[in-house]
């Protein structure tokens, strides 16, 4: 099969696409035919070294751990899906090697979730790493019905789902974001404001007793979260291990296929939407990995497999 591998840590010049075995299916294991896969900033920085002494990796590697495509195959003791069934996972494994930036990906099938019947395949890639980390901070949160919450880092992947997700569930949003962002947020039902200096007298410009839940998505943010935090107020952070000293939590999403299918029948439920920017071919992976290093564009780089 036709794959993106390198064979050491780099930039994306190390990229090659090759010719690779089909992965083994193993028990409990579904074998993916991939349609579309999804840049995130986690590949890039494995692919860098960054996280070595983190991360077991085996090389050749294949990047990506967003996918979205169809079962071909499934192994031993495999009973959630059949050949044909249309699925989506954030398929992170005990190490990484065989990734979803290939024809085909093996995986076990607690990962997977069932495809959300309102997204199209490049959409669909572009959910479960982004929509879990959301979906599993809100939820650890406890946001309910009724409360305010403030997401740092609205416009991003993972903030931009984090406001359906949060409107979905019944509370009101404040977001941030630049300026020329502030329409597109509003478009996802949130209460826009800028970042950066005197953030916290916006927010409470808007909450005057501040807001009982914050979501950080983009890290340097904690004086801002403790100076709009109501008294008995949760927070988290994706991006600052230091919310862990003022009563926060620091997070880092799990695959959890029973928490995806949760997601994806949120999506279908409530028309959450992906914002797409680009969609590149197999071929050109190393382009989209550059585009989602560079971080000026607004939604998901996803690589088409199998169009």
């Given at each position: ?8 840590y780099g930039t994306p010049d190390v990229l090659e696409l090759t010719d690779v075995p089909v992965p083994k299916v193993g028990p ?79 995986l076990p099938e607690r990962l997977l979730a069932r495809k959300p019947a309102s997204l199209g395949w490049n959409e669909s890639a ?133 928490d995806l299918q949760e997601l994806a029948e949120l999506v279908d439920q409530r028309n959450i939407r992906v914002e797409v920017a ?30």
């Amino acid at each position: 099969m036709k794959a993106i591998t390198y064979s050491e840590y780099g930039t994306p010049d190390v990229l090659e696409l090759t010719d690779v075995p089909v992965p083994k299916v193993g028990p409990g294991m579904v074998l993916v035919k991939v349609k579309a896969a999804a840049v995130n900033p986690v590949d890039w920085k494995i692919m860098a070294g960054y996280l070595d002494a983190a991360m077991d990796l085996q090389f050749p590697a294949i990047p990506g751990w967003d996918v979205a495509g169809v079962v071909e195959s499934v192994g031993i003791d495999a009973r959630q899906f059949q050949p044909g069934d249309e699925v989506i996972a954030y398929g992170r494994k005990d190490y990484v090697h065989g990734g979803s930036f290939a024809e085909y990906i093996a995986l076990p099938e607690r990962l997977l979730a069932r495809k959300p019947a309102s997204l199209g395949w490049n959409e669909s890639a572009g959910l479960p790493l982004a929509g879990l980390t959301a979906y599993q901070v809100l939820n650890r949160l406890g946001l309910t019905s009724g409360e305010t919450v403030l997401i740092h880092g609205g416009a991003g992947g993972v903030g931009s789902l984090g406001i359906q997700i949060a409107v979905a569930l019944g509370a009101k949003v404040i977001a941030t974001a630049s300026e020329k962002n502030h329409e597109f947020l509003r478009s996802l039902g949130a209460e826009p404001v800028a970042y950066g200096e005197g953030l916290a007298d916006r927010v409470r410009a808007l909450r005057s007793g501040g807001v009982e839940v914050v979501a950080d998505f983009a890290g340097g943010n904690l004086d801002a979260t403790l100076a709009v935090l109501a008294e008995g107020g949760r927070h988290a952070s994706i991006a600052d291990s230091e919310v862990e000293e003022h009563g926060g939590t620091w997070m880092w999403v799990s695959p959890v296929g029973a928490d995806l299918q949760e997601l994806a029948e949120l999506v279908d439920q409530r028309n959450i939407r992906v914002e797409v920017a680009k969609v590149l071919p197999l071929a050109q992976s190393a382009e989209a990995f550059r585009l989602n290093m560079e971080g000026h564009t607004r939604g998901k780089i996803v690589v088409a497999v199998d169009a």
